[in-house]
């Protein structure tokens, strides 16, 4: 019932709420977070990480900086990490959505494990999407709807099986991960360019350290309602002004209506977690296979590092050979 009050209250609020405030439309790329930025900031409180490398493959074929679609005159860009010749048939595919606060970062973050992914078997592709300085929620979910569009159109060329297609999303994108994974339904956040006669269901999500709600009393943002951050810049909207669109953009809103499997891979950063335990509560009654792995004293970023990345890859390959089994 808590629930269907804050969307009430969303409702009411979003009639007297000003218009979205475009100042964070900058046009300027944000450097602000990369792996290497972020490698020297962990390190001080973990000086036995090491940042795992981009390295080639024999057996993966890279076709960097495909474009998955347009938008106006914008062409939107992904790579592909393709496992070489092998029996069995086509592969199973993860497209990876990096992370950045929805407003930095980009898609290189997860090359070296598109990579990796490929090297066992399973084709991955780096996506990217529109961020704050160039545009506001929701064209980031729409973007990550046209990259999953243009792999099923791709799926002959590319040797995928179209019925075993998963998102995985770091952080911010592990948030457009979770949330693009379950409102395929969802006509209002499909967008209206990219490969628009396919379908953007996905069959697993890998949410990894990514926001699941807004909205939950365990969020970062209920929590700190009153603190204009990343997610405020990408919405354009403080959350006590259009609190309707913070609970639309949460994936936990439509967990009554979810039944694609998730695995979670969370750090020890505990406010990253709102919301994840209602979810496979809620999972377990309706057999939706929910796995939780939780790294022990871990920074935010861990899946960037060993000693996690070589355990979490595992975790990943493992989760994708039971669900498209």
Known sequence: MKRYSILILG???SVFAKGQSTQWLTGIRDTSYSS????????????FIKLVMPQKFANVKEKPGL???????????LD?????DKKGGKTPAILIVHGGGWRSGDRSQHIPLAQHLADKGIAAFTVEYRLSTEALYPNAVFDVKAAVRWLKA???SLNVDTGKVALLGF???GQLA??????????????DFGNVGYSSKVNAVIDIDGTLSFVHPDSWETQNPGTFGASGMWFGYPRTERIDLWTEASPFTYAGQNTTPFLFLNSSVVRMHAGRDDWKKQMDQKGVYTEIVNFKDSPHSFCLYEPWFDPMLGNITAFIAKVFK
């Open 11 to 13: 409702l009411i609020y």
């Open 36 to 47: 290497a930025g972020d490698y020297r900031n962990n390190l001080k409180n973990y000086p």
């Open 67 to 77: 474009v998955y679609a347009k938008t106006g005159e914008r062409e939107l860009h």
């Open 80 to 84: 592909a990490f393709l496992p070489g």
């Open 154 to 156: 791709n799926a002959k």
């Open 171 to 173: 952080s911010a994108g």
């Open 178 to 191: 979770a949330l693009a994974g379950v409102t395929s339904a969802v006509k209002k956040l499909e967008g």
